[in-house]
């Protein structure tokens, strides 16, 4: 076997544990977050309850932190909406300051890029 047939099977157990409980639990909630429309988004951050807003925090933590492989094309999208990723990652923010920041319209249009791109870690 080469070498790349020996790192597949360990990439895929290191992206099962890096799934915390949190989001196991919101498992659902974050899918549908990544396939619904815009506006459906919008009005489902706006009344998120607090372990969904703490799993999409966690979920911004994983991307910043480097967990989750980028292309070039999708670290170039991700760039301009980074500082909004940062916002939901920091432990320093509230989870009231956190929704308002995810209900914004560029917060909305970054949760649905960030979950695309964690799907395969779903």
């Not at 429309?37 to 911004?60: F, Y």
């Amino acid at each position: 076997m080469t070498q790349k047939h020996l790192i597949l099977p360990l990439l895929m157990l290191f992206r099962a544990v890096t799934m915390s409980n949190r989001m196991k639990k919101c498992r659902t909630d974050l899918q549908y977050l990544g396939k619904c429309a815009p506006k459906t988004r919008k009005l489902l951050l706006q009344n998120a309850n607090t372990d969904l807003l703490k799993a999409i925090a966690e979920a911004a933590w994983t991307v910043l932190s480097g967990e989750v492989k980028l292309t070039p094309a999708q670290r170039r999208r991700l760039v301009k909406d980074e500082s909004i990723l940062k916002q939901l990652a920091t432990k320093q923010r509230t989870v009231a300051e956190k929704r308002k920041v995810v209900a914004s319209q560029r917060g909305g249009n970054v949760i649905g890029f960030l979950f695309n791109l964690l799907k395969n870690i779903f």
